[in-house]
Structure formats: structure tokens, C-alpha cells
């Protein structure tokens, strides 16, 4: 029996339900699905990795085959370590797909042993990335329907 570990790397900044839609869509595929947080992430993040991690924590709670982890370097280098063969990324539109597709195919020449695996998510959700959140929130436009509760409240906090 083949034991599946996936792991969906991003900077989740903070996360979306269209993210939230990606975790459910590869919880039900995977065995087991870890959705990993860049630790060194280059821009200037709106919540640190340690906030980022508690409220993907707490919404994918529901997720037993589901773990949240923080990682840096190469992703495929974490994911050897994590002995992972899947790395899992969605793809909302096709205007994602050229900068996925150049990741998968470099992140295939750094380790051949680790396949990339596109999922979409609802077409509700291909217009939401979590700059544009970050964006809305700060300038006071409503973000319900975007984000999981939990997230709303803590983005409100961050902005006042
Ligand atoms: O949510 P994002 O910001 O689109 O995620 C991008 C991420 C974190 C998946 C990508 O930047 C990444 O994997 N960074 C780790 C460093 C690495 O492996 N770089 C080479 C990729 S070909």
C-alpha cells in the first residue's frame, strides 16, 4: 500500500479560502498533506511565520491526514528530508500557470524524485490571492467570504 505524503509549500500570508479550498481538494487525494510556510520569505510579510502557522493551525483543524510545518531553503531539499514525493500547487488561471510551470520544471532538475501535482481550486476562488486580502484589508474594504473567521479578525487587529 503506497502511503502518499504531499506537501503544499507557499507563503500563505495570510490564508485564503481559496487556499483552504486546495488543503480540502488535497486532503481528499493524499494520505497525508503538509502544508509548509517559507521561513525566508523575501518581501515584507504583513504576519510573521509563527502568526501565519497558528491560523493555518487553527482552520485546518477539520483535516486529521492534515499538518502544518515551516521550512526554508529549497523546497525540494525539505522535501527529501520530509521523504515527500508530491509537491502540490494550485493553479487559479492560466496567467499562474507559465511561473508554475518554469518551479515544477526547475524543482524537477534539482530532484527528479519529487513530481509536482496542480490542483484548481473553485472558480469562485480564481480571482483571490492573498496580496490582494492584504491589500482590501488595509485600505478597510470587506474581506468576509475571503478569508476564514479567524483570519478576518486577526487581519482587522493587524490594520487598525
Ligand atoms: O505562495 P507562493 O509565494 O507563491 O510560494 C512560493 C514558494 C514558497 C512555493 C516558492 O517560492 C518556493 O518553493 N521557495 C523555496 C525556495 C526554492 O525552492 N526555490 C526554487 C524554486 S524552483
Known amino acids: 500500500m503506497k502511503n502518499i505524503l ?3 509549500p507557499g507563503s500563505f500570508d495570510p490564508v485564503t479560502n481559496g487556499h483552504l479550498d486546495l488543503i480540502e481538494r488535497g ?7 503538509v502544508v509548509s510556510i517559507l521561513r525566508n520569505f523575501d518581501k515584507e510579510p504583513l ?3 509563527e502568526e501565519r502557522a497558528e491560523m493555518l493551525r487553527e482552520v485546518t483543524r477539520p483535516w486529521p491526514n492534515v499538518e ?3 521550512f526554508s531553503g529549497l523546497v525540494v531539499e525539505y522535501a527529501r528530508l520530509r521523504e515527500a514525493k508530491v509537491l502540490l500547487r494550485g493553479i487559479r488561471a492560466v496567467s499562474d500557470y507559465e511561473y508554475e510551470l518554469q518551479m515544477a520544471m526547475m524543482n524537477r532538475k534539482l530532484n527528479p524524485d ?7 481550486p473553485a472558480v469562485k476562488y480564481s480571482y483571490l490571492s492573498s496580496r490582494l486580502v492584504r491589500e482590501i484589508a488595509q485600505l478597510g474594504g470587506s474581506i468576509t467570504d475571503l478569508v476564514p473567521p479567524v483570519v478576518e479578525e486577526r487581519l482587522r487587529a493587524k490594520v487598525l
Open 6 to 8: 504531499a506537501i503544499y
Open 47 to 49: 504576519f510573521t511565520v
Open 114 to 120: 519529487v513530481e509536482t501535482v496542480f490542483m484548481m
Open 27 to 33: 486532503a481528499k487525494i493524499f494520505d497525508r498533506l
Open 68 to 70: 502544518v510545518d515551516l
